[in-house]
């Protein structure tokens, strides 16, 4: 069994902190599950212009609001507690915060720890490892 403690694993590398956003990685590749979960804190007044090419993702908003926005089509989404959105076509999208947003995130293949985003708003599919 694992069992991580989300204060904890913020005083830790597991805790990645980038422009706009921080996120702590409870859940990693090395921890076998076949997917990762993440804490993530998407920073007010945000605007996040992401395509994750090699991942999906699932995210769940806890607290906060704000919206996300489809580039294909030009849709809009708000954004509220309670409210999930899934990217299950590798969906390029523009997340935006009117307010600090606290997010849960799961994302298939699981991510290694250390990755942020690369110019094409997309995470690498070998970054390097947080240590344990």
Known sequence: MI?????????????IVSEGWDSTRLLLKNDGMGFS????????????????????????????????????DGKVYQIAPGTVYNLNLNDKHILRADEEMKMACVFNPPLHGKEVH???????????EVSD
């Open 118 to 128: 690369n110019a094409e708003g997309a995470y690498e599919l070998d970054a390097e």
């Open 37 to 72: 979960f993440h804490i993530t804190t998407i920073y007010r007044d945000a605007e996040l212009h992401l395509h994750y090419q090699n991942h999906l993702e699932t995210v769940y908003c806890i607290s906060g609001y704000g919206s996300v926005e489809t580039v294909a």
């Open 3 to 15: 069992v991580r403690h989300l204060k904890d694993a913020e005083k830790t590398d597991r805790k």
